[in-house]
């Protein structure tokens, strides 16, 4: 699964460039220390004679015991001091400052926005990073990958934990009255007929019946398709004609489900977009007549930033619970899911990750972080 491996990279880089802007700068206190070791021999010129013949003696003592000192002593780890200098070193000395920062932070604010994450939570994200680094003192390499990655880390998981889903759908649906309805809609192309089907394996695994309404009478392919995983499922469909009235398809499947005591009725519902106003009408009725519990939005993980503008055109539409994302397994990026959850206080519940019926997992904060850290 390659998800969300422009962000991580984003993220995993911006120590890296730092430890390299350290080292460009090394050479200053190596500077300083070559001075202050050449100062006693000058001062050590200006003695008498005969007291530099001593000292020569001296050490001429001492190098012997050295010799001796070092034939028991292991080997050491060669190279100069100025050698081993990086920016731990350096910041080690003084406190790390913004223009130290200034301009790898606004690579990151490209790689970021490259990688769909909306401008308000990228500049969320850098300021709570530069806040956590500017007068900090750093001893060690581990220090600063423990610092930079928990301060990311800790802005990631309260965007996401402030607009989580916290409701368990299974335990809800089983205490609810029959049938508990829920309502998917989105634009075209965005997998959510299979969104649907993969619903339904997931409620039928956990021993709920369910039913499902073909309520988009608008796409001609629209009732094939979810009539053959319907088949393959073994759950029952409610179809009705062609350009026919899909509320009134929707309002059949909620009395099928009563007579017959099932307890979930999934309702799929036409593409559409603003531009759709016909559809658009039809959709609030449809919200009108069915009254669904849980409205899904069903949103393309590769639409990037078109996936916000869709989020915001049906939070205007209807005030949708959720977002069930799809294509989370062909996602290189992965900035979705901040830019809904902090501009739109909206959660992902679902993820699709593949085209199989149990390719969907419900969304969870620890499992996004661990794949942009680990």
Known sequence: MICFEKLKKAFSSFTEKLRQKGEEKSEEPQQTLSNSTTQP???????????????????????????????????KEKGSIGSKLNIFNIFRYREIKEDDIDDIIEELRTELLESDVSLEVTDKILEDLKSSLIGKKVNRSEDLDELVKKSLKNSITEILEKNKFER??????????????????GVNGVGKTTTIAKVAYMLKKAGLKVIVSASDT????????????????????VKGKYGGDPASVAFDAIQAAKSRGIDV?????????????DLTEELKRIVRISKPNLKLL??????????????????????????????????????????LAYELKKPVIFLGT???????????????TERIFS
């Open 41 to 75: 021999v000058t001062q050590e010129a200006q003695k008498p004679s005969s007291q530099i013949e001593q000292n020569e003696q001296n050490r001429v003592e001492e190098k012997k015991n050295e010799v001796e000192e070092k034939k028991e002593e292991p080997t």
């Open 298 to 339: 069903v949103i393309d993980a590769l639409a990037g930033n078109d996936a916000l503008e869709q989020a915001k055109y049906f939070e205007n539409v209807v005030d949708y619970d959720g977002v069930i994302l799809t294509k989370v397994d062909a996602d290189a990026k992965g900035g979705v899911v901040l830019s």
């Open 168 to 185: 368990n759908l299974i335990d809800e649906i089983k205490k609810s009255p029959k049938p508990y309805v829920i309502m998917f809609f």
């Open 218 to 237: 608008f796409r001609a392919a629209a009732q094939e398709q979810l009539a053959i995983h319907c088949q393959k499922l073994e759950i029952p469909l």
């Open 265 to 277: 009725v999934l309702i799929d519902t036409a593409g559409r977009m603003h531009v759709d106003k």
């Open 354 to 368: 593949g085209q199989n019926y149990d390719d969907l997992i419900p969304f969870s904060v620890d499992w996004f």
